[in-house]
């Protein structure tokens, strides 16, 4: 009974025709990512993350967002973006950009990550499958991947902002040409110095990611598998493990990555998307990884902040 109340409410709350009938192509709680934004930014599970993230981001990190008006409000989009090596960042970033923009990004997770997490469906995410988000992207929705997944997070702090993309990650290319929307590179400054972990610190510190990443290299047959799955499992739950430091963060939207699938290949977008995204991150974060730098940023925004409020209301006042 409660399958049918929650297929029928789903149904009932996607308005537009052309979009319920894209949603109808997959499960119901697929169909929950075809939802209104208004609609998923009211659901329990997307509140209780404003109470945990959004005010934490405003209030101890200053988030802000510079250069949404590069994308286009009444057109789908994909952006993507690098991993950081804590994750604490993803669902944050989503919340608060909701608040921001008033827009829901959809978000394209690994499979396994849902299956152990199927509650971020609540949040507009979905397994990461081309057809669901070509339909997404068809229906108008603005979506985020990030393509070098797991791999990227875990090349150690010394690759902290180094787009480290495996060969094989072209997918996303092939899903925003199909849907003919843009590319849009995204970056957090500082995002690696909101969090730190003691346990990947010291895995760090000895080098054992660097190993780990060259093992990995070598595709010796069951042995690298094997290693992929548990390696990532095991980063996974050292995650959970972290002490929040008060960094600014900045969200930078890029300018939309060109392509032209008559004269290009998918090769070359993904070499140029990559490209995109890693000048992006040069551009606004010049000193690599410094939890100084970090911490320094967020008392001058402070500072700013302070001076300027006491400063108007003194105008006022007079």
Request: overall charge positive; hydrophobic content about 40%.
């Given at each position: 009974?409660?399958?049918?109340?929650?297929?029928?409410?789903?149904?009932?709350?996607?308005?537009?025709?052309?979009?319920?009938?894209?949603?109808?192509?997959?499960?119901?709680?697929?169909?929950?990512?075809?939802?209104?934004?208004?609609?998923?930014?009211?659901?329990?599970?997307?509140?209780?993350?404003?109470?945990?993230?959004?005010?934490?981001?405003?209030?101890?990190?200053?988030?802000?967002?510079?250069?949404?008006?590069?994308?286009?409000?009444e057109q789908g989009c994909l952006f993507i973006s690098r991993h950081s090596t804590?994750?604490?960042?993803?669902?944050?970033?989503?919340?608060?950009?909701?608040?921001?923009?008033?827009?829901?990004?959809?978000?394209?997770?690994?499979?396994?990550?849902?299956?152990?997490?199927?509650?971020?469906?609540?949040?507009?995410?979905?397994?990461?499958?081309?057809?669901?988000?070509?339909?997404?992207?068809?229906?108008?929705?603005?979506?985020?991947?990030?393509?070098?997944?797991?791999?990227?997070?875990?090349?150690?702090?010394?690759?902290?902002?180094?787009?480290?993309?495996?060969?094989?990650?072209?997918?996303?290319?092939?899903?925003?040409?199909?849907?003919?929307?843009?590319?849009?590179?995204?970056?957090?400054?500082?995002?690696?110095?909101?969090?730190?972990?003691?346990?990947?610190?010291?895995?760090?510190?000895?080098?054992?990611?660097?190993?780990?990443?060259?093992?990995?290299?070598?595709?010796?047959?069951?042995?690298?598998?094997?290693?992929?799955?548990?390696?990532?499992?095991?980063?996974?739950?050292?995650?959970?493990?972290?002490?929040?430091?008060?960094?600014?963060?900045?969200?930078?939207?890029?300018?939309?990555?060109?392509?032209?699938?008559?004269?290009?290949?998918?090769?070359?977008?993904?070499?140029?998307?990559?490209?995109?995204?890693?000048?992006?991150?040069?551009?606004?974060?010049?000193?690599?990884?410094?939890?100084?730098?970090?911490?320094?940023?967020?008392?001058?925004?402070?500072?700013?902040?302070?001076?300027?409020?006491?400063?108007?209301?003194?105008?006022?006042?007079?």
């Amino acid at each position: 009974m409660e399958f049918v109340d929650m297929k029928k409410k789903t149904d009932e709350n996607i308005v537009d025709p052309d979009i319920r009938e894209e949603a109808h192509r997959y499960s119901v709680r697929t169909r929950m990512a075809f939802l209104p934004d208004k609609i998923l930014g009211d659901i329990w599970y997307f509140r209780l993350l404003t109470l945990f993230y959004y005010y934490a981001f405003t209030y101890i990190h200053g988030f802000q967002i510079v250069g949404m008006e590069k994308v286009d409000p009444e057109q789908g989009c994909l952006f993507i973006s690098r991993h950081s090596t804590h994750t604490a960042d993803v669902q944050a970033t989503l919340v608060s950009t909701y608040h921001k923009t008033g827009r829901v990004v959809r978000a394209l997770v690994h499979r396994q990550v849902m299956f152990f997490f199927p509650f971020l469906r609540l949040m507009g995410c979905v397994p990461g499958k081309r057809d669901t988000a070509v339909s997404l992207l068809n229906s108008g929705f603005w979506v985020v991947v990030i393509p070098g997944g797991v791999e990227e997070a875990m090349v150690g702090h010394e690759n902290a902002y180094k787009v480290c993309w495996p060969e094989n990650r072209k997918g996303f290319v092939h899903v925003a040409t199909q849907a003919n929307v843009p590319i849009i590179p995204t970056f957090m400054a500082n995002q690696e110095e909101m969090r730190w972990n003691p346990i990947l610190f010291l895995w760090n510190l000895l080098g054992l990611g660097r190993l780990y990443s060259s093992i990995l290299k070598l595709e010796i047959p069951f042995l690298t598998p094997f290693l992929h799955a548990v390696g990532g499992l095991v980063w996974f739950i050292m995650t959970w493990i972290q002490i929040p430091i008060p960094v600014q963060l900045t969200l930078y939207v890029g300018d939309p990555v060109q392509y032209d699938m008559s004269k290009d290949t998918i090769d070359d977008v993904v070499e140029r998307c990559r490209c995109s995204l890693q000048n992006l991150i040069s551009q606004h974060q010049p000193h690599g990884k410094s939890y100084r730098n970090a911490v320094k940023q967020r008392i001058e925004s402070l500072r700013n902040f302070w001076k300027g409020y006491i400063f108007g209301t003194i105008e006022k006042m007079q």
